[in-house]
């Protein structure tokens, strides 16, 4: 599959979605996002995908949203339909699938990190940054507002930090950024940017896709119910993994102290 917008390469396991707007440090248009949701039902349906990467070409993960993209918008609502409305839904439902993927998704965080490019990052399950990168949640700066990005600003950084950087528009350093709990690891230079990553994605590959699936399936919906309203079906889930074939091989090679077919050999 071709896009315009994307850059998208698979091996070993590994999707690779890169976006591609450098000359607009990766500003997230409409096209892009519904690239973006193309490559992740791709990479969903692929069962030779594990884990996808995302991050941006150029130098820059993400600048937020393209503002001429809005500014084309702005025409008159049909049948009292407002076409902002429906692209900044667009968007929202891009994040929510995202954070709900059954394969992790990991966010490598270069350059500018801006307004929706920083609500990516919050909906990555792994985010590694290069120390210099910038961090801003910009919409209230230009009269607009973080609107589909909220919740997940709010899960990943907390009440009290999401809305003091949303409601200032304030800028973090990779190591603030790291601090806060938005970014999970900080790279000093390029090489160890690209070695972190590979960790993570090792480290990723040595679970079976079964039941990383099922882990943030229970971790998500842990984040927002109380922990007696999820016994009976997290018992559930569990008996199922101990039944499935992931489970006999994990316990299998655990006793017979050899590595899980699952594992990359290589």
């Known amino acids: 599959m071709s896009f315009a917008t994307i850059a998208v390469a698979v091996a070993r396991g590994v999707c690779r979605v890169t976006l591609n707007r450098p000359a607009q440090r990766n500003a997230m248009s409409m096209a892009m996002v519904m690239d973006l949701r193309a490559a992740l039902d791709g990479a969903l349906a692929d069962e030779a995908v594990r884990v996808m990467v995302l991050r941006g070409a150029g130098g820059n993960f993400c600048s937020g949203g393209d503002i001429s993209d809005m500014a084309a918008a702005r ?15 667009k968007f929202g439902f891009l994040c929510a699938a995202f954070a ?118 229970l971790v998500r919906r842990a984040a927002w119910e109380r922990p007696e309203t999820l016994i009976e079906e997290a018992a559930r889930i569990f008996a199922r993994s101990a039944r499935s074939r992931e489970g006999e091989e994990g316990m299998m090679a655990f006793l017979q102290k050899r590595v899980p077919t699952w594992v990359d050999a290589g």
């Open 100 to 217: 709900e993927s059954a394969k992790p998704v990991v966010a490598v965080l270069e350059g500018v990190v801006i307004g929706g490019g920083f609500g990516l990052a919050c909906v990555a399950d792994v985010a590694v940054a290069h120390a210099g990168a910038k961090f801003r949640l910009s919409e209230t700066s230009l009269g607009l507002v973080p609107a589909q990005i909220a919740p997940f600003l709010v899960a990943r950084l907390g009440f009290s930090t999401a809305n003091r950087l949303a409601l200032t528009a304030s800028s973090l350093t990779g190591a603030q950024a790291l601090a806060v709990g938005l970014v999970h690891e900080l790279a000093e230079d390029d090489a160890a940017l690209e070695a972190c990553v590979e960790n993570v994605l090792q480290a990723l590959k040595k679970s079976p896709p079964g039941a990383l699936a099922a882990t943030k399936y």
């Open 75 to 89: 025409g008159e609502m049909v049948d009292g339909v407002d076409p902002i409305a429906t692209m900044n839904a």
